[in-house]
């Protein structure tokens, strides 16, 4: 390595974006798990399109990567990048409003082509015109460095092309000083199977590297150090992986075998392909013909006396809701995953929206309250999962637990709990009655409403079951009106009793005062970025999020009380806004952004100083 100036820096935001084959996913990935090893928090934003191979050099055939790495702990994958990496016009095009005057802009110029050129609507070359001048803008030939550094392998040119990503990755790493090891041993496992393939990729890593050691324009190199987090054994961790983990250890914490029945649908599939690596925990994975025999089939196993599982997106949901009236008639415990996306109907399949909350409270036929939770982070998911099978199996219910594709694809590094930590998981199956009478499978605990989980072939246990309206004892078909009435409002108050077993909503910030920031879900990182930061400049805003979303926490009136005025930011029009104006019967402001993209933190810092401002509020 050749002598260079070390400046520290303490965060920084790099996106990597080029066509959906130049495997800018895989790059930063990568990038993601070397700065989780240095030790650095990270937070990533992985953006692809939808279309499976959309025209080469197209801008709807972008696809990019964002990751902010950080010596202090940081809440998203930052709002603007430091560094932008561009393998191609249409990468530059799409992303380069993004970046700051003054910004590093890396880009291979091999690829700026009269045919590039046009497909990304530029009429001059943006390397020439001097467009460019407001950036440190390094052009490198990544395609024929790539070439040149691969030769002696012998792979074909069209082969050795598609190792430019690890050149770029070189160029990167050194920049700020990452080490290659890591990523040379993933390459070696990854194409052991095809050591010329895999001696390319290392060549062109190396290469890269190599380069930006030497072009003069790199004097100077940046350090992020390792960030002061709590002690413990992390691991990098996106939100699917959260969620399948979660499922699995509440099997572990009952004693219970998994099922989960799922149809393949962006971006929940990951779920899926997680539990099926992992058998040897008891986890039965079942891949449907559609998603009504996956959730038919996970109630049947839930009748059986499995933890039973469903997973799937807005879209899934939507034609297993039939079905989930059956659960909540036959109050069987069930654990739906609904992993959100852009709609409606296919609408941004590879995109992130919030959308499906109205769908998730109220969306069945008929009363038929579920409760519903909402992961906030990557690793949260992990534990709402835990958390929505341990009501689930306690309340006899079914319990609808909501990410989004922002969250299942992200990543973050992840504190790996002890067992002792995790909640306990208690199953009660129904026993025969010592006194010789008959069973009666809706008798409930008075307390919790909760009637005996029968396992089926149980000598004595014998019972009716169906989507027919059940009799209030004998679970036997009842049309009477007032048995069906009182059900219904059984069932409603076993919901609404949940609240005993939800925390308060907690507050950070002021107590009391003019402005609280509510959200829900995904918006946590930004939200909480943004409140500090406000507060850091002596604007006295407080913030709060909830996890459950039905029933409310008990004091969630009396928190939105102390506030002259709350605002919500939603990936939606307002859902959670209503919800809220309709049970505390008082204006909620909101901030509501539905365009396939996460908040930036600055957006949310904007809408609450023109709040205390006065000045006209959007939403």
């Not at 895989?26 to 692809?48: C, E, K, M």
């Not at 090891?181 to 060549?203: H, M, R, S, V, Y």
């Not at 959730?295 to 949901?317: F, H, K, N």
């Not at 970025?529 to 004091?555: D, G, T």
Request: some cysteine; charged content about 25%.
């Amino acid at each position: 390595m050749s002598e260079h100036k070390v400046a520290e820096l303490d965060s920084v935001t790099i996106r990597f974006a080029g066509d959906s084959g130049d495997g800018m996913q895989l790059t930063g990935s990568r990038f993601t798990d070397t700065a989780a090893l240095v030790g650095n928090d990270i937070a990533t934003f992985p953006d692809y399109p939808a279309e499976i191979r959309a025209p080469a050099g197209s801008l709807a055939g972008v696809s990019g990567f964002q990751i902010q790495f950080s010596s202090h702990d940081i809440h998203t994958p930052g709002d603007r990048p430091d560094v932008l990496v561009a393998m191609n016009p249409a990468a530059l095009k799409v992303n380069l409003k993004d970046l700051p005057e003054g910004g590093i802009l890396v880009v291979n110029e091999n690829s700026f082509t009269k045919g590039n050129l046009r497909l990304a609507h530029y009429e001059s070359n943006p390397l020439e015109d001097g467009s460019l001048s407001g950036y440190r803008l390094i052009r490198v030939p990544m395609t024929d460095l790539t070439v040149k550094a691969v030769e002696e392998t012998g792979v074909q040119r069209k082969l050795a092309e598609r190792c430019k990503n690890f050149f770029a990755l070189g160029v990167v790493f050194f920049l700020f000083e990452r080490p290659l090891d890591t990523t040379i041993k993933w390459i070696e496992d990854k194409f052991g199977g095809k050591p010329e393939i895999a001696q390319a990729n290392i060549l062109a890593l190396k290469a890269g590297f190599n380069f930006a050691d030497t072009i003069e324009v790199f004097q100077t190199i940046y350090e992020v150090k390792k960030a002061k987090l709590p002690a413990g054994t992390y691991r990098s961790l996106n939100g699917n992986e959260a969620m399948a983990l979660g499922v699995i250890a509440a099997g572990v914490k009952a004693g219970r075998p998994i099922f989960y029945g799922s149809y393949p649908i962006t971006p929940a599939s990951d779920i899926l392909h997680e539990l099926a690596r992992h058998k040897d925990f008891g986890v039965k994975t079942f891949q449907a013909e559609d998603e009504i025999a996956a959730v038919g089939a996970s109630i049947g196993a839930s009748y059986g006396g499995a933890l039973a599982v469903t997973g799937t997106s807005g879209p899934g949901v939507a034609l297993k809701t039939e079905a989930l009236g059956l659960a909540v008639m036959t109050e069987l415990p069930l654990l739906i995953i609904n992993v959100q996306r852009g709609g409606p109907s296919t609408g941004l399949p590879t995109k992130t929206e919030q959308a499906d909350l109205f769908q998730a409270v109220l969306g069945r036929n008929g009363e038929s309250p579920i409760p519903v939770l909402a992961a906030a982070t990557p690793g949260d998911c992990f534990y709402v999962a835990i958390e929505g099978m341990r009501l689930a199996v306690k309340y006899m219910t079914p319990v609808l637990v909501l990410s989004d594709g922002y969250l299942a694809n992200g990543a973050e590094p992840w504190r790996v709990p002890d067992l002792s930590e995790l909640p306990e998981i208690e199953v009660k199956y129904a026993e025969p009655r010592d006194d010789g009478e008959e069973f009666k499978p809706y008798d409930r605990d008075p307390e919790t409403l909760i009637r005996p989980w029968a396992i089926p072939g149980t000598r004595g246990l014998e019972h009716h079951i169906g989507g027919l309206e059940k009799d209030k004892l004998t679970g036997n078909v009842s049309y009477d009106p007032d048995n069906h009435e009182y059900m219904v409002k059984l069932r409603a108050r076993k919901v609404a009793g949940m609240v005993r077993d939800i925390p308060d909503l907690e507050v950070s910030g002021p107590q009391e005062g003019e402005l609280l920031i509510l959200g829900w879900g995904s918006t946590a990182g930004a939200i909480i970025s943004a409140s500090e930061r406000l507060r850091a400049q002596k604007i006295p805003v407080a913030n709060a999020h909830l996890r459950y979303l039905n029933p409310f926490p008990a004091n969630l009136g009396e928190v939105l009380g102390r506030y002259e005025k709350v605002l919500v930011p939603e990936m939606n029009l307002g859902q959670l806004r209503k919800l809220l104006q309709a049970e505390f019967l008082r204006p909620i402001l909101g901030l509501n952004k539905v365009k396939g993209q996460p908040f930036k933190v600055e957006e949310i810092m904007d809408q609450a100083r023109a709040i205390l401002e006065q000045r006209t509020v959007a939403g």
